[in-house]
């Protein structure tokens, strides 16, 4: 039986990982690979005129439950508050331990440029939660330690000089990731952006580009994408070839 890997998108805000990379999570999901949504905050701040910062965030963790279930995917929401996200130990340490408890394989979070700062600070927790959480050296609630075996950025409007090396076709599960952003009523009632219109037609672009009808794309962490050995990746050596 094929491996089944277990995927964690840390997001800083509930709807960041689903609109960035839903679809993706969508397609492993439904083949059998355990997905989990982390978010840090709620991102509550940016509350409704109708709501108090406390309702909206009731209503956002809501709403990430309900895209959670159209996705086929697990979901969690921190209690840190949205914009004040800190890259302090305490933290760390915190979704260090998660990542013992989680065994995730694979990490999915933002890439490092942004003009939001939680934005910004997510993938540097990441990293040091990554470490801290491999190292035997922490006791982090009597866990064993947990290596991840990678970790790639996804794509968000507010994420400045993102240039993708991966694309993934997810025509088939474009349909159910519309309507799971759907749920978030900043992605349908925004007067600052036009979230579902901005992220279909981005969907729509990367699979112009992929030459499918969608995708949506990742990015390597800086230098992990090089490759060393002794033969250029997809073209082998053999005995037959060499003078």
Not at 157 to 167: F, G, L, S
């Amino acid at each position: 039986m094929p491996q089944k890997d277990h995927i964690l998108f840390v997001g800083a805000h509930c709807g960041d990982v689903e609109l960035a990379a839903g679809a993706i999570a969508h397609k492993y999901a439904r083949v059998g690979h355990p997905v989990t949504f982390l978010h840090l905050t709620a991102g509550e701040k940016g509350t409704p005129p109708h709501l108090s910062v406390e309702e909206y965030r009731y209503q956002k963790i809501c709403e990430s439950e309900i895209a959670a279930d159209l996705l086929g995917v697990n979901t969690m929401t921190l209690d840190y508050k949205d914009a004040e996200l800190k890259v302090d130990e305490s933290t760390i340490l915190r979704v260090a331990t998660l990542f013992r408890k989680l065994k995730p394989d694979l990490v999915i979070t933002h890439w490092t440029n942004s003009i939001h700062p939680d934005h910004a600070a997510c993938p540097k927790i990441v990293e040091e939660a990554w470490l801290k959480a491999a190292l035997r050296g922490f006791d982090l609630e009597g866990f064993p330690p947990h290596g991840i075996r990678q970790m790639f950025h996804s794509e968000n409007w507010e994420d400045p000089h993102y240039e993708p090396d991966i694309y993934v076709d997810v025509s088939e599960e474009f349909e159910t990731y519309l309507k799971a952003i759907s749920s978030y009523w900043f992605v349908i009632h925004s007067e600052s952006f036009r979230y579902y219109d901005y992220y279909k037609a981005l969907g729509t672009t990367r699979g112009c580009l992929n030459r499918t009808t969608y995708a949506q794309t990742l990015k390597f962490r800086v230098g992990s994408n090089i490759h060393k050995g002794d033969e250029i990746p997809g073209f082998p050596l053999t005995k037959k070839e060499l003078p």
